[in-house]
C-alpha cells in the first residue's frame, strides 16, 4: 500500500492507494468532512451558547458529527467503468481541535487545544466541547455578520502496507551507522528516511542491490524508502511514548553491533503509517440555513426578562447500546409557570441525543433555579451468574442555558466499537473483552450482521484493558488476537489488522553427521504464499530465511526441496539429484542427507 498509483485518469497521486492482496481495489482517502445528518435530513449537530447577564454567566457547548466524504459519484463511476472498487481507508486514530478567524479580533488565529475524536466506519464525532467568553464572542460575531469563519480542524492517521520491491539489499553496518548518525533523542523515521535517500547511489553506494526477480530496479526513491523501512525494523526500536499523537522516535538497538554486515529483503510488505487532514468550516455550514433553522441550531440567551420562558437545550452522548446500557434517567427540576418548582425527567432511550424543553425563569431573583441529577443502570454482564441489573447511582450535574451530561457524569466508561466489512470477509466473529486484570467488565461479539456496539461499563479507578480476539470459524477453530491494550474510547477494526505483517524466521543448516554423504547441496524452500528462495549449505553454516504465514489463523507452515551431489565413500561423485517437495512447520530445519547407497 501506499505506493503509487496505478494509471487510473480519474484519481489524482495521494488521494488513494492500491491494495497489496486484490489487484483492482483501491483504498481512498475522504475528499473531506460534511455534517451527518439523521434519517429525515436533520444534522447530528447541537451548539449552545449562552450569556445570562441576570447570572453573571458565559460559555457554551458543542456536540458534532462528521461523516467521512468519500470522492464524488461521477468519480465512482469512472472507476467503476475502469474495473476499479475504491473503498474508504480505514483510520487508526482521530483528534479534532477548534480554530477561529473571525475579523476585529487581536488573535485572529485562536486555536483550541486538540481533543480525541470518536471513530466509527464512516463517521467522526467531537462529543463534548467546552467554550469560553472568548469562543463565544467569535460566535456571536460569526453568526450576527456571517464574516469569518470558525472551523473544525481534524487530523486522522491511518496505517498500511508498502508496496514491495524484488530486491535484496545489504550493507557494512560501521558505513551504516556513520551514515545515520543515531542520537541520544534517538531519530524520527523522517530523519532516518532523509539520510539514507542522501546516501550515495551508483559505484559509490554503500548499499549492495540484487534483484531477486523481474525486470531490471533502479536505485531510486521508492527503492530507497523501502530501504529505510527495512533498516528502521531491523536495526532501531521505537521509543516509547506517553502521549500517543507525539512522533516516534528510534534508537540503534543494543544487541546490534556497529561493525559486520547485513541484509534486508525488499520483496517483503512493511508497515507505515501517514496521517490526514481535513476542516469543516461553519460558516458554510450556517450559509444553507434558513433563520428559523439557525434559531433551533444555535440558541442564545443574552437576557432573560422576569417570567419568561428560556428553552434549555439538553445534551446526552450519541451512540448509547441498549445491550449495554439498560437506560439513563435525567431529572431536571426548574421553576414551573407560578414560580412553583417542578420536575421534569427524561428517560434515554427513547429522548434523543439533543432535546429542547421550556423552563420559567423566576420574577426578583438573581437565579435561575435549575438543577438536574442524572442516574444510570447497566446491562447484566453476559456469562456471569445471577445475571442482573448494574445500577450505579444518582449523580448532580452542571446546569446552564444547557444540560449536558457524559458517560462519566453518569458513573459508567464507553467504548464505541465498529468494524470495516472488509474484516468479515477474512474473520466470521470479533469478540472484545474490556477487563481490570482478571475482572472481566464487559463483552461483547461483533459479527457481519452486526459489526458495531458501544460497550459500557462501570467507572474504574485505574484504566481497563481491551482485547480484540478474531475468529475465522463461527463456532471454534484458529482465533487471533488482532488488538490488545489500554482502552482510549473509541476503536475502528479494519482488515488489514487480520494481515500477516512479520516472517517467521527460520533457521536452516546441515546435519553434521550425514553432511559429507553430499559434495553439493542447495535447497529450496516455498511459502504457503507461493514465494520461494534458495541457497547452497556448508557445514557448520545456518541460512535465515524468513517465511510469510498464508494468513495470522494459520501456524507455520512451508515445503522445501532439496538438491545435491551424492559423495561416494572413494570421493567420486555422481549426478545432481533433484528430491521432492516436503512440508515442514519448524522454525529450525536441519537437513539430513540420504545414504550414500540410497542415492540413484
Given at each position: ?234 536495526v532501531f526500536t521505537a521509543q516509547s ?58 440558541p442564545a440567551f443574552s437576557g432573560i ?123 466470521s466473529r470479533i469478540e472484545v473483552s ?167
Amino acid at each position: 500500500m501506499f505506493s503509487n498509483l496505478p494509471d487510473l485518469a480519474p484519481i489524482r497521486p495521494g488521494e488513494g492507494f492500491p491494495d497489496h492482496e486484490e489487484l483492482r481495489v483501491l483504498h481512498v482517502l475522504p475528499g473531506g468532512l460534511t455534517a451527518a445528518r439523521e434519517a429525515d435530513g436533520t444534522p447530528r449537530f447541537a451548539l449552545s451558547r449562552f450569556r445570562d447577564t441576570a447570572i453573571e454567566a458565559a460559555g457554551g457547548m458543542m456536540h458534532l458529527e462528521l461523516d467521512f466524504a468519500t470522492l464524488d459519484p461521477a468519480l465512482l463511476g469512472a472507476a467503476a467503468v475502469d474495473g476499479w472498487v475504491l473503498r474508504l481507508v480505514g483510520f487508526t486514530a482521530a483528534r479534532a481541535r477548534l480554530r477561529s478567524h473571525v475579523p476585529g479580533f487581536p488573535d485572529v488565529n485562536l486555536q483550541d487545544a486538540w481533543r480525541p475524536a470518536r471513530l466509527s466506519s464512516r463517521t467522526l464525532a467531537v462529543e463534548k466541547h467546552l467554550f469560553d467568553v472568548r469562543t463565544v464572542q467569535m460566535l456571536d460575531a460569526l453568526l450576527s455578520s456571517d464574516a469569518g469563519d470558525i472551523e473544525v480542524e481534524v487530523e486522522a492517521r491511518y496505517e498500511g502496507l508498502e508496496q514491495p520491491i524484488p530486491v535484496l539489499a545489504g550493507a557494512d553496518l560501521d558505513a551504516l551507522f556513520a551514515l545515520l548518525r543515531p542520537q541520544a533523542e534517538g531519530l524520527t523515521f523522517d530523519q532516518i528516511e532523509a539520510m539514507v535517500l542522501s546516501a550515495p547511489t551508483g559505484a559509490g553506494s554503500l548499499f549492495r542491490l540484487e534483484r531477486l526477480e523481474g525486470e531490471i530496479v533502479t536505485d531510486g526513491p521508492a527503492l530507497r524508502h523501502l530501504l529505510a523501512l527495512a533498516i528502521r525494523d531491523d536495526v532501531f526500536t521505537a521509543q516509547s511514548n506517553v502521549d500517543a499523537w507525539a512522533e516516534v522516535r528510534y534508537h540503534w538497538r543494543d544487541d546490534v553491533p556497529a561493525d559486520g554486515r547485513r541484509a534486508w529483503d525488499l520483496s517483503v510488505y512493511r508497515r507505515s503509517g501517514r496521517s490526514w487532514h481535513a476542516r469543516w468550516s461553519l460558516r458554510n455550514f450556517l450559509s444553507g440555513l434558513d433563520p428559523s433553522e439557525r434559531a433551533e441550531l444555535f440558541p442564545a440567551f443574552s437576557g432573560i426578562a422576569p417570567f419568561a420562558v428560556v428553552p434549555v437545550t439538553l445534551i446526552a452522548p450519541v451512540g448509547l447500546d441498549t445491550r449495554f446500557v439498560r437506560h439513563v434517567q435525567v431529572d431536571v427540576l426548574a421553576s414551573g409557570p407560578g414560580g412553583v418548582p417542578q420536575q421534569s425527567s427524561f428517560l434515554y432511550p427513547p429522548t434523543p441525543a439533543f432535546h429542547r424543553f421550556p423552563v420559567t425563569y423566576p420574577a426578583l431573583t438573581g437565579d435561575l433555579n435549575l438543577s438536574a441529577h442524572v442516574a444510570a443502570t447497566l446491562a447484566p454482564l453476559e456469562g456471569a451468574v445471577p445475571s442482573l441489573p448494574r445500577p450505579l447511582g444518582r449523580r448532580s450535574l452542571d446546569v446552564g442555558s444547557a444540560v449536558a451530561w457524559t458517560a462519566e457524569d453518569a458513573g459508567f466508561e464507553t467504548l464505541a466499537i465498529s468494524a470495516m466489512p472488509g474484516l468479515f470477509e477474512r474473520a466470521s466473529r470479533i469478540e472484545v473483552s474490556v477487563a481490570v486484570e482478571s475482572e472481566l467488565l464487559c463483552l461483547a461479539v461483533l459479527m457481519r450482521e452486526a459489526p458495531e456496539a458501544g460497550l459500557a461499563w462501570p467507572a474504574q479507578p485505574v484504566k481497563p484493558t481491551l482485547r480484540v480476539v478474531a475468529l475465522r470459524d463461527a463456532v471454534d477453530g484458529p482465533a487471533v488476537t488482532i488488538h490488545s491494550g489500554v482502552v482510549e474510547g473509541a476503536l475502528l477494526l479494519r482488515p488489514d489488522m487480520l494481515d500477516v505483517l512479520e516472517p517467521d524466521l527460520v533457521l536452516v543448516s546441515l546435519d553434521p553427521v550425514t553432511a559429507g554423504n553430499a559434495a553439493y547441496v542447495a535447497v529450496t524452500l516455498r511459502d504457503p504464499t507461493g514465494r520461494q528462495r534458495s541457497f547452497s549449505l556448508e557445514l557448520a553454516e545456518t541460512v535465515e530465511w524468513r517465511c510469510w504465514a498464508a494468513s495470522r489463523f494459520d501456524r507455520l507452515a512451508y515445503e522445501y526441496r532439496l538438491q545435491h551431489i551424492p559423495r561416494m565413500p572413494d570421493g567420486t561423485t555422481r549426478p545432481l539429484v533433484t528430491g521432492d517437495w516436503l512440508p515442514a512447520g519448524e522454525t529450525v530445519l536441519q537437513i539430513v542427507l540420504p545414504p550414500v547407497e540410497d542415492a540413484p
